[in-house]
C-alpha cells in the first residue's frame, strides 16, 4: 500500500480561488459524504495509473513526487460539512465528477478542477477511480 505526495498548482476550489502551490498527501477516495470521509492507501496499479496522469500534466504537478509505504489503509474521519477555519480546504478531491463550490464558503473538503496557466481552461481527470489529497503545506503565488 502506497501514498503519493506531490505538488500541486493551477486548480480552483471555488470562484474566489486563490494562486497557490501546494503540497499534498494524496489517497484513493474511497467515500465522500456528508457525514464522513474515507480514502485508502493506493495499491500498485492505482499508483501506477495515478502517477501516469500526474506525468501526463506537469504544469498542475510542479516538482517532485515521494512515494510513501503504508501499512496503514488510509483515514476515516467524521464529516459533517463543517466549515473550515482556514482560508483554504484542509482535503482537495479530483474526480470526474468534480464541480466547483460556487457558494462562498470554504468547507474542510472540497472538490477541485485542475487548469491551465491562466487559470481558464480545465484539464479532464482520466483516472476511474477519485483522489483526496491532504494539504500538508501551501504557499500563495505573488503576483507580478
Not at 502506497?2 to 486548480?11: C, I, P, R, V
Not at 474511497?30 to 496522469?53: P, R, T, V
Not at 464558503?105 to 477541485?112: L, Q, T
Request: aromatic share 14%; charged share 25%.
Amino acid at each position: 500500500m502506497y501514498t503519493l505526495n506531490t505538488q500541486l498548482a493551477y486548480f480552483k476550489y471555488n470562484l474566489d480561488f486563490k494562486k497557490l502551490v501546494v503540497n499534498i498527501k494524496w489517497f484513493r477516495l474511497d467515500k465522500f459524504s456528508a457525514l464522513h470521509i474515507q480514502g485508502l492507501s493506493f495499491n500498485k496499479a492505482e499508483l501506477d495509473q495515478l502517477k501516469s496522469f500526474i506525468d501526463k500534466n506537469p504544469i498542475n504537478f510542479p516538482g517532485n513526487q515521494f512515494l510513501e509505504d503504508t501499512k496503514r489503509e488510509g483515514f476515516d474521519i467524521l464529516r459533517v460539512n463543517e466549515l473550515s477555519k482556514t482560508s483554504l480546504p484542509l482535503y482537495l478531491v479530483l474526480s470526474k465528477k468534480s464541480i466547483l463550490n460556487l457558494d462562498k464558503p470554504i468547507y474542510h473538503a472540497m472538490m477541485i478542477v485542475l487548469t491551465d496557466e491562466n487559470y481558464q481552461a480545465t484539464v479532464d481527470y482520466t483516472l476511474d477511480f477519485d483522489v483526496i489529497g491532504r494539504i500538508e503545506i501551501y504557499k500563495e503565488v505573488k503576483v507580478k
